[in-house]
């Protein structure tokens, strides 16, 4: 009778279907998580230094080592300059800022944390939700003390509050766009080094090859058709419109379309890959 | 709503059951057709060497991975068809320690707590009882980077439980530890049992599944090869060996031929160890080792010192399957002083 163990289906029992999470469970889990990457900051809060310290260094390299040729270019001087590439410089926090969040996933991924976590009845998006809340965040921060810093080297806002905010609003909402890949990118490769490899390699065309740094006129004719498609490009002029009352239509267009479909793609992959890394 | 039904044969509550569970990962064949039930209250024994499968047991049946054929049941709900409902009654405490490193013992708890629906005043209550019960109290505020191995596992531990769970799986939760560690551990795993939670335990050690575990079911290369209760296991491994050597060299022939004469385990007799001056003799339980004693004081004879010799896995293996482990093993015959 013993061989009848092995053969007998389990016992047949009626199959209640899963219920749904309600958006209130949703919003407590990702508070929950949020709160946990906010101690982070709070027990490291070098970390915050890395966000903060490369757009300062930029900001300061390039306001007065290119600063003065550039804006004689631009027909006026320094100050012509200044009031290019600081809208310049809030988008390619964007970027950097993003970076950090798949580094900083994948570290997490190779503890058993995430195991727990994923063995726990909670929305499996929260918890990479509650990261780019944090990042977002951390951006803010970051901008916030680059602005400082562009109002000492001779910024004027001219009264363009408004545009300013509507400019971090859109990096911040193209950040979090480029997050989702980067994410995914957190899932998918083996360490963190390599994740940081692979975002420096994007990140540096896409900076670069960009109208961030200086008008894209005197680029040789295939670099300045890769900047017109170049979205980095579409939210530096859009940041600079907004801070400067000047046209924005095309470059705010560029870059929502780019931010709805990078989301619209790359979201549901990092939380299928999430869910399903085994 | 948790479910426990009877076991169709055996008339007991089963807390967990599988039946042919299937998992592959390309060509190689994690899990090959996994049968094994879990009684209600019980503490299950999962021993096999590395890469037998155990891990990818485990995270079947935590909804970390989906199995490719077979089915699973825990408490009640189906691991395929019900993840959200399963993951409300277990408990998972992996390999390596799952827990928050930056974050202080009782944020790590407090958090855990949030994440599985408590509010935030049950979610801090419950983590201040569960860091007083696994003595981590004077620790709570520091960050859990700071803690001794030992008390990273406790820490992994009292999360595991916040949930109450009613099924709890720990997957080789000593690997890495000291014995003294180990001995921790052990005995807070105990009290979880007399608390009531069936624990399905895989580990590698044969001495840790004595411990703790009342069934074992033996895996290898993803195969079930030997299941049942612990003392019938250990009976058709042969159980340990004692080395006895006598306070007098010159006592050794007639100390030998005093245990021949017991018949203890009815095939085996006493071996003598030239090299070290002892006598060998297999044993399968604790009264016989009194019996052993008992009958070297009886004939006068002074018995120097006494170690037991357990078996390794490596001769479990052996014994239950008639061919090596498939993966190399780091553990070897241990040896334990017995006071005389």
């Known amino acids: ?65 290119f600063g003065g040729s550039i804006g004689q270019a631009l027909g006026g001087g320094h100050g012509a300059y200044v009031q290019y590439v600081i809208p310049g410089m809030i988008a390619m926090m964007s970027m950097n800022i993003a970076q950090g969040v798949g580094t900083g996933f994948n570290e997490d991924f190779n503890k058993g944390i995430t195991d727990r976590f994923r063995s726990l009845p909670i929305g499996r998006g929260s918890v990479l939700v509650a990261k780019i809340a944090v990042e977002l965040l951390r951006l803010l921060v970051a901008i916030t003390v680059v602005m400082a810093i562009a109002l000492l080297v001779g910024f004027h806002v001219n009264g363009h509050w408004g545009g300013l905010l509507a400019s971090v609003g859109l990096t911040a909402l193209f950040g979090s766009s480029i997050m989702w890949i980067f994410l995914v990118l957190g899932v998918t490769m083996k360490n963190a080094q390599s994740v940081q490899g692979v975002g420096f390699l994007v990140m540096m065309p896409l900076q670069f090859g960009s109208s961030i740094f200086a008008p894209t006129g005197s680029m040789p004719g295939w670099l300045e058709n890769f900047t017109k498609y170049n979205p980095m490009s579409g939210l530096a002029d859009a940041a600079r419109g907004m801070m400067a009352g000047g046209p924005v239509a095309h470059g705010l267009t560029m870059t929502l379309a780019w931010s709805v479909g990078l989301t619209v793609v790359m979201a549901p992959i990092a939380i299928r890959k999430f869910t399903q890394k085994s | 709503m948790t479910r426990i039904d009877k076991h169709p044969e055996s008339g007991r509550p089963v807390a967990v059951s599988v039946r042919g569970l299937v998992k592959h990962y390309g060509a190689t064949k994690a899990l090959d057709g996994v049968d094994l039930d879990v009684h209600e209250g019980t503490v299950l024994g999962v021993l096999g060497p590395n890469g037998a499968g155990k891990t990818t047991l485990v995270r079947c049946l935590s909804t970390l991975i989906t199995p490719d054929a077979g089915r699973a049941v825990v408490a009640g709900y189906d691991v395929a068809k019900q993840p959200r409902q399963l993951r409300r009654v277990i408990g998972l405490t992996g390999q390596y320690a799952s827990v928050d490193e930056k974050l202080s013992g009782r944020e790590n708890l407090y958090l855990i707590g949030r994440l599985l629906d408590l509010s935030s005043k049950e979610a801090r209550s419950r983590a201040d009882a569960l860091l007083e019960r696994f003595s981590l109290t004077d620790a709570a505020t520091r960050p859990a980077r700071t803690y001794s191995g030992g008390m990273r596992r406790r820490l992994d531990l009292a999360a595991s439980m ?54 074992l079911t033996v895996i290898d290369r993803g195969r079930v090869v030997a299941s049942g209760g612990t003392d019938e296991l250990k009976a058709r ?70 170690t037991t010799e357990l078996p390794s896995l490596d001769e479990v293996f052996l014994s239950l399957t008639g061919q090596k482990a498939s993966a190399p093993q780091d553990v070897r015959p241990e040896l334990e002083e017995v006071a005389v």
Do not use: C
């Open chain 2, 162 to 215: 916040i949930g109450r769970p009613h099924v709890l799986y720990l997957d080789e939760p000593t690997t890495g530890l000291d014995p003294r560690t180990r001995n921790e551990v052990w005995t807070e795993v105990k009290g979880m049992v007399r608390d009531g939670v069936t624990v399905l335990l895989t580990t590698q050690y044969m001495e840790e599944a004595e411990q703790l575990a009342s069934e």
């Open chain 2, 237 to 306: 491994v042969g159980g340990r060996t004692l080395r006895i050597r006598p306070a007098d060299p010159l006592e050794l022939r007639p100390l030998a031929d005093a245990l021949d004469g017991l018949r203890l385990t009815g095939s085996a007799t006493a071996a003598v160890d030239a090299e070290t001056g002892e006598v060998l003799v297999p044993i399968v339980s604790d009264e016989q080792l009194t019996t052993v004693v008992g009958a070297v004081t009886a004939r006068g004879l002074t018995i120097g010192s006494i």
């Open chain 1, 1 to 65: 009778m013993s061989a009848a163990v092995l053969t007998t289906p389990a016992p047949t029992i009626t199959i209640e279907a899963d219920p749904k999470i309600g958006l209130r469970g949703h919003l407590r889990h990702t508070g929950a998580l949020i709160r946990r990457n906010l101690l982070w900051i709070k027990q490291d809060p070098e970390s915050m230094m890395d966000a903060v310290l490369m757009p300062v260094i930029f900001t300061l390299l390039f306001v007065y080592v």
